[in-house]
């Protein structure tokens, strides 16, 4: 199924809305959750590689979604992976002038 988003920076894009492919079926667990790839870890958040800003997807965590005091040690914040999202933005821009 084909979805059409809108990004924060006015562009509209097209996703497809298929099921995760390290998610067992079965079982509906993670099969690769120690070393996901930086999108999971980031979720609901994802940094959109046109303009660096991260989206908040909140409608697909639910009820699940608690936004937690900035001072809270309970949680994390887009801050605690500034540097991994900067290295994958970089690569991806790498890639994509190729």
């Not at 509209?12 to 690769?32: E, I, M, N, W, Y």
Request: overall charge negative; some cysteine.
């Amino acid at each position: 199924m084909v979805e059409q988003r809108n990004a924060n920076n006015g562009h509209v894009f097209l996703t497809l809305s298929l099921p995760c492919r390290f998610l067992d079926p079965k079982t509906g667990q993670c099969t690769v959750y120690e070393s996901r790839p930086l999108v999971c870890r980031l979720f609901p958040f994802y940094p959109e590689p046109l303009t660096g800003y991260a989206t908040l997807l909140p409608v697909q965590c639910g009820d699940n979604l608690k936004l937690l005091d900035s001072n809270s040690r309970d949680g994390w914040g887009l801050k605690d992976f500034e540097q991994d999202i900067r290295q994958w933005l970089s690569e991806l821009w790498r890639e994509a002038k190729t």
